[in-house]
């Protein structure tokens, strides 16, 4: 009895484990150091236009950050700056936003 029980119990760690694995492993992260060509702001959102410097490949990424948002504002961040950028592939949103340019 003990050793069904402990094979239901190891099968069923089995099939949660899958499925939180497959579940995490449709979206690909992508890094890429940008330009920024045009930003949009839409309410508590910004729709930034960037053209990669390695491939020249114009992306479009949403960002819904606070902080950056509030640089867009403060035009501390503007059309021209050069960024590092991680986003979403599949949903194009930002995860992080930063100038490459430091003090």
Known sequence: MKK???IVMALALLTMSLVTFSGTASAAEV????????????GTAATVTLK??????????TVKDELTLDKFKDKRIVEGDEIRLKYDDATGESKLFRKTAGC
């Open 4 to 6: 069904a029980v402990s």
């Open 31 to 42: 890094k890429m150091i940008a330009t920024i060509k045009k930003i949009e702001m839409k």
């Open 52 to 61: 990669d410097t390695k491939s020249d490949k114009t992306v479009t990424v």
